[in-house]
């Protein structure tokens, strides 16, 4: 048995709202993760859960921070499954280039070459079934099928939907903030500018995935302040 040592994020994700609400998938993935990491000397710094649809990788704020959690504390992140990380090969394997340390209890000895071929392999899948969708669509509209909004008028958002997409928001940005501040502190000698530069230098990058700014540091700064 491998005895694991060093810190750990963990990274869960399931791909509808209703598993996320339930639970289904999630403690299956927690528990493959701890027997996984069972033996040695480690710590499960923290654990990040997303519930989202695989199909976007640019739509995964949990993920965001938790490459940025391994940035601050210098952790491996470490998934139940290869495929809940991403089936995007570009994506994986530029996770290798920009030093995130990252391992998949179901294939740990999984190197950039397997990864890149099983991503592949996967994202080809991904393809189909897309195709294989916007056949099925084409030959219900040939049909007469009415697709997409009967009444033809775009969907609005009510006043406490919006308030809790507010709310969300807001608390994403705190978490990443509270996240953030022992680097912040460590940089806070520097002025605003010299921070961000310092922050892409490291390879953490904003919660939106982005590069910094001076005015990105002032807002953070501000928000930790409160």
């Known amino acids: 048995m491998v005895r694991h040592k060093g810190k750990f994020i963990s990274y869960l994700r399931v791909s509808t709202k209703r598993q996320g609400e339930s639970g289904l998938g999630l403690e299956a993935q927690r528990a493959s993760v701890t027997t996984f990491l069972n033996g040695g000397s480690w710590q499960l710094v923290e654990e990040y859960v997303e519930v989202e649809s695989g199909k976007d990788d640019n739509n995964r704020p949990a993920l965001i921070k938790a490459l940025a959690a391994c940035k601050v504390y210098d952790a491996t992140l470490v998934i139940a499954k290869l495929d809940r990380l991403s089936r995007d090969p570009h994506f994986l394997t530029g996770l290798q280039k920009a030093g995130v340390k990252f391992i998949a209890a179901d294939m740990p000895e999984a190197n950039e070459m397997v990864i890149t071929i099983m991503a592949a392999v996967a994202g080809a899948e991904r393809r189909m079934i897309s195709e294989r969708t916007k056949a099925a669509l084409q030959a219900a509209k040939a049909r007469g099928v009415k697709l997409g909004n009967p009444t033809g008028k775009p969907p609005t958002a009510t006043p406490e939907s919006r308030a809790r997409g507010g709310e969300a928001t807001s608390k994403l940005a705190k978490d990443f903030a509270e996240r953030l501040h022992p680097v912040l502190a460590e940089l ?39």
């Open 188 to 226: 806070s000698g520097l002025s605003a500018n010299a921070a961000a530069k310092e922050l892409d230098r490291r390879g953490i990058a904003t919660a939106r995935g982005g590069k910094w700014s001076a005015g990105k540091v002032i807002g953070l700064r501000a928000r930790i302040a409160d």
